[in-house]
């Protein structure tokens, strides 16, 4: 398991990508991904535009599987269980991962109802009131919306719309928070508060983020992978790969490969 | 100076008086084209509602609820017509929504390949296409005489119930509702297909998200977020069961004889006006506009109430 040296500051993953390339319809969008995401602390994946980030995040609680043509090899462990074992469902999968979109995608339904719906589909007998409050709370947008949580979720402001996303994902009581690119459509100060909530949510949670933002990255996350793509031989399409992931500071301070220099500094992509 | 000048591509300019005239016209124009469908409508149910004063004037209300339709005598009375038009049209309504919605959510989800789906999907339109003339055929000859034993042995089961108490001989109420629900079905299917299509996937992924299997996605997020289109599919389907002639009339046995059941011939109000208005005269014109009228008002409450619940159930995103 130890395929780069950078892996071993790692004991015990909670999640690891195992030699993982991913195809849409024959050919692959990334390859040969190995990485080892520790628990309790926030991984950030970066990268140009069409490296395969966003792929590689849904294919960790299998969002994937939504999209037709699109096949994995290799292996994701989660807690040492293979997610792509036939004997696992992905729903299970899904409960236990939870995502939050680039774009907010609250349901049409009240705010209240957008917390609930996750909780009483996946079975919780709590009280129901409790559990919105306490959601809300921890994604901080109690404050805001507590008088407004029979109104349509989809009412709430961009940056709120995102934050009841939040609040949705952590109601079900997932062990991981998978943020794909989550402030990409929200301003400066929508974007300080999720970065905020992401600073409260890691005590609890293991969180990854897609960011293109690496100001972002060098602010909330504690590891960083960063990814770049080469032109497919051939084809007309970009092939993703791994080039780099170790401690952010590292990654930012001396990276060890020219590529990621180059990005980070901007001289690229 | 040439310079500058060669910078300048685009100038401010004023619209020419051409141009807004133009303008104009074509606004006049939309706006002329969008009312010709309100003066259709409007003088269209003038014409009916004059041709009908001579029968509201003799028979009044009592036109609804009398199920007498005897032109010797001179009386009137379409409730025979008016049951045979709503039962025809709720019960194939009640059969084609189930089937025609889960069709839509079989095609729109990806439960089998997209392939298989998109055949499915074309045969559907296919089925829009076949006349409504060749389907009433095929219903006298070959559906009818297939489906009777199954409609005995239900008579024979559950012919305590009034809709099911007389013994299926032929054409009725029965098999003029199975034909009027394969007619509707593709309506149903193709506008269900369509507004499940315009569901953002994003809703889609968000349930999956949060460990909600198909059904809760689809029961609870999909179909909510598609109710208003699913609903207008459904409303013109039922304005197309209300309205349609040809195959109806061809099934249902034309009989003005009233009877609850539904293995009983019976009439609709568009079969009765397609059979009555070539020999008709005097009173019975004006009974048959009548009849046509009260088709018409049918239709408009129907419309008006299913936008009423469009509007409540509505989910916005």
Redesign the interface.
């Known amino acids: 398991m130890n395929h780069t040296k950078n892996n071993s500051i790692i004991n015990s993953p909670c999640i690891s990508l195992e030699n993982v390339t991913i195809s849409y319809k024959n050919s692959p969008a990334v390859r040969n991904i190995y990485c080892e995401m520790p628990r309790g602390k926030v991984t950030a994946f970066i990268g140009p535009s069409g490296c395969g980030k966003s792929t590689v995040l849904r294919s960790i609680n299998r969002m994937n599987d939504l999209i037709d043509g699109c096949s994995l090899t290799g292996r994701v462990l989660f807690e040492g269980v293979d997610l792509y074992a036939p004997e696992v469902d992905p729903v299970e999968v899904r409960r236990r991962i939870g995502m939050v979109f680039q774009q907010p995608n609250p349901f049409p339904k009240s705010v209240y109802e957008n917390i609930a719906f996750g909780a009483r589909i996946n079975g919780y007998t709590g009280d129901m009131d409790e559990l919105v409050e306490m959601s809300l709370k921890k994604a901080a947008l109690w404050d805001e919306c507590k008088d407004k949580l029979k109104e349509s979720g989809c009412s709430l402001s961009g940056g709120q719309q995102q934050r009841l996303c939040i609040a949705r994902t952590i109601a079900i009581e997932p062990e991981v928070i998978l943020m794909d690119e989550p402030c990409s459509a929200l301003d400066p100060i929508s974007t300080l508060k999720i970065e905020e909530t992401m600073h409260d949510l890691k005590k609890s949670y293991t969180i990854i983020i897609v960011t293109h933002n690496m100001q972002q990255a060098v602010r909330v996350s504690d590891m960083t992978a960063f990814y770049n793509a080469e032109k497919q031989s051939g084809g007309s399409g970009k092939l993703g790969y791994l080039v780099e992931y170790n401690e952010t500071s590292k990654i930012f301070n001396s990276p060890s490969q020219k590529a990621t220099q180059d990005y980070i500094s901007g001289r690229f992509g | 100076m040439n310079r500058r000048e060669s910078e300048i591509r685009y100038k401010l300019r004023k619209r020419t008086a051409s141009e807004r005239t133009l303008d104009n016209g074509f606004k006049n124009f939309s706006l002329g084209m969008a009312s010709i469908v309100a003066i259709l409508l409007f003088s269209i149910l003038i014409v009916i509602f004059r041709g009908s004063i001579e029968s509201i004037a003799k028979y009044g209300l009592s036109f609804l609820i009398t199920s007498d339709w005897n032109p010797v005598d001179d009386a009137y009375g379409a409730f025979t017509a008016i049951y045979g038009t709503l039962i025809t049209s709720i019960v194939a309504l009640l059969i084609a929504v189930p089937l025609g919605v889960g069709t839509a959510i079989f095609i729109t989800e990806?439960i089998i390949p997209?392939n298989i789906r998109s055949i499915l999907s074309v045969m559907v339109e296919l089925l829009a296409a076949i006349p409504s003339v060749v389907l009433g055929l095929w219903a006298i000859f070959i559906m009818e005489p297939f489906l009777r034993p199954f409609l005995i042995s239900i008579n024979s089961f559950l012919g305590w119930l009034p809709i099911f108490n007389t013994t299926p001989v032929g054409p009725g109420v029965a098999p003029a509702i199975i034909i009027l629900a394969i007619m509707i079905l593709p309506i149903i299917t193709s506008i269900s297909r369509d507004s499940l299509n315009q569901v953002?996937n994003?809703?889609?992924?968000?349930?999956?998200?949060?460990?909600?299997?198909r059904w809760?996605t689809i029961f609870?997020?999909i179909l909510?977020?598609a109710i208003s289109g699913i609903a207008g599919g459904v409303l013109l389907a039922l304005g197309r069961a209300m309205g349609e002639t040809m195959a109806v009339t061809m099934i249902i046995g034309n009989s003005n004889n009233f009877s609850w059941s539904i293995f009983a011939p019976g009439n609709t109000i568009a079969a009765m006006l397609a059979n009555q208005f070539g020999e008709a005269d005097g009173n019975q014109v004006s009974s048959l506009m009548y009849a046509a009228l009260i088709l018409m008002i049918l239709t408009l409450v129907v419309n008006v109430f299913a936008q009423l619940i469009v509007k409540r159930l509505r989910?916005?995103?």
Do not use: F, Q, T, V
Not at chain 2, 202 to 213: C, D, F, N
């Open positions: 990806n997209k953002p994003k809703l889609r992924e968000g349930a999956y998200a949060i460990g909600a299997s809760p609870n997020i909510p977020a989910l916005k995103y």
